[in-house]
């Protein structure tokens, strides 16, 4: 089978690279085997040989297909910068940094490192990248990672807050160790168990690392830098050269073991006039559906479809334990859709460091004469106050509406959410707001 290492030339290694960065940032799922999405203007196909837990995936040639999937071009990296581009920039509002008209791009950036032959636009240090290209087997990996472990993490830990050692594991052993497993050095997860066990006897050796290694170990997400999506991305010029200055995001964290077992999403009690009833596939199906094709429930969902697929979606949600659909009435009358979700289970968890009993909450009002009344925010903060006291573990409650979307944003500030962060996801960028216990 193909790999990266295989296929000639560095037109590759920058457009891999790229994938990576995109997939990564925009956390986009990844599973061994054909990999089709669109970036921009650009519907793109391949085939993913390696998947890796620290985004470190290996891909066979990278094609630009037509609408009928069939192959038009290679992707080249000046192509796929482009479209990368010019997706962060409508992902963003017009208003953000990387809009702005000094605010440059990944074009810029891949026009100057051509001559420099580079192939990132943020690199790891090159004493890391020296390493990650000359070790040959596990046991020398392994050897390394003591040293590296050792060397760096324990000087970064002495006396550093948080925020100045936030990406000095996924800038340093997890990419390296990614390095090696795309080379077939080492499986990552070996050396990933090696990692957590090195760290632990870390922070019993030196206490006043114990903090930021416990987040480490245990946090769902760790820190990581974004260097081709995202509001506040820019790239700056100097002596020639165009360089990013990144911001952070979250990352999964493989270093964390697999989450607790939590219930499945409770139904809350909403009152004040509300009521709330799972979907009921007899009677109800009918009125998402109908809901779901209005054009203003549709410019946001994203999900006007048939009748027969609304069916088994619903079905499909009851019979799991990742999310609730339901109708709610309000004095009677039936007004909007809610899907009730365990975040753990969602594609959210990959976001930000949840705890395992946060609950999240999509709305969609159906009845257009209901929009514009207040009806969105008094649902969302009775949604809330109700899936809290529901679950007496859960702390907190998330929604991720579309930057895009300022009625929904704003409807969600009024219910008592605060906006926390924004968030890339496979399809648009987020803004994560948060109800708080």
Wanted: aromatic share 4%.
């Amino acid at each position: 089978m193909t790999t990266d290492a295989d296929l000639a030339g560095q037109a590759h290694q920058r457009s891999a690279a790229l994938l990576r960065r995109w997939l990564a940032e925009t956390h986009t799922p990844v599973a061994e085997g054909p990999l089709r999405l669109s970036i921009g203007p650009l519907r793109l196909r391949t085939e993913v040989v390696y998947d890796s837990p620290t985004g470190a995936h290996g891909f066979g040639p990278i094609h630009v297909v037509d609408g009928a999937d069939a192959v038009v071009a290679v992707a080249e990296p000046g192509v796929l910068a482009a479209a990368c581009a010019a997706e962060a920039r409508a992902r963003a509002l017009p208003d953000a940094p990387v809009n702005e008209p000094g605010a440059r791009s990944v074009v810029d950036w891949l026009v100057t490192a051509l001559a420099r032959r580079e192939v990132d636009p943020l690199p790891l240090a090159e004493d890391l990248v020296a390493v990650g290209r000359s070790v040959t087997d596990a046991a020398e990996a392994r050897r390394w990672l003591s040293a590296h472990v050792e060397g760096r993490l324990l000087p970064g830990l002495v006396g550093a807050d948080g925020s100045r050692c936030a990406t000095l594991l996924t800038r340093g052993a997890l990419a390296v160790i990614g390095l090696f497993g795309r080379r077939g050095v080492v499986h990552e997860a070996d050396l990933i168990a090696a990692l957590a066990a090195e760290l632990r006897a870390l922070a019993e050796t030196h206490p006043d690392t114990e903090p930021v290694v416990r987040h480490w170990l245990t946090s769902p997400t760790l820190t990581d830098l974004a260097v081709l999506n995202g509001s506040g991305l820019r790239y700056r010029e100097e002596a020639g050269r165009v360089r990013p200055e990144p911001v952070p995001f979250e990352v999964p964290n493989p270093l964390r073991p697999p989450a607790p077992d939590v219930p499945g999403v409770p139904l809350p009690e909403l009152g004040e006039g509300w009521s709330l009833r799972p979907v009921g596939l007899d009677g109800d199906v009918e009125l998402v559906h109908r809901w779901m094709n209005r054009e203003h429930v549709a410019v946001n969902w994203h999900q006007d479809w048939p009748l027969d697929r609304w069916r088994d979606e619903l079905t499909a949600q009851l019979g799991g334990r990742h999310s609730l659909p339901c109708v709610v009435s309000r004095d009677g009358r039936d007004v909007a859709y809610l899907e009730l979700y365990r975040v753990v289970r969602d594609k959210l968890a990959r976001c930000y460091a949840h705890d395992p009993h946060d609950l999240g909450v999509h709305i969609a009002i159906g009845e257009p004469d209901e929009i514009g009344r207040g009806v969105g925010s008094s649902l969302l903060r009775a949604a809330a106050l109700g899936l809290l006291a529901a679950d007496p573990a859960c702390r907190r409650v998330v929604a991720e509406p579309n930057v895009h979307n300022g009625a929904s944003v704003r409807a969600f500030g009024k219910a008592g959410f605060e906006r926390s962060r924004e968030v890339g996801l496979a399809n648009k960028n987020s803004a994560l707001m948060v109800f708080a216990r």
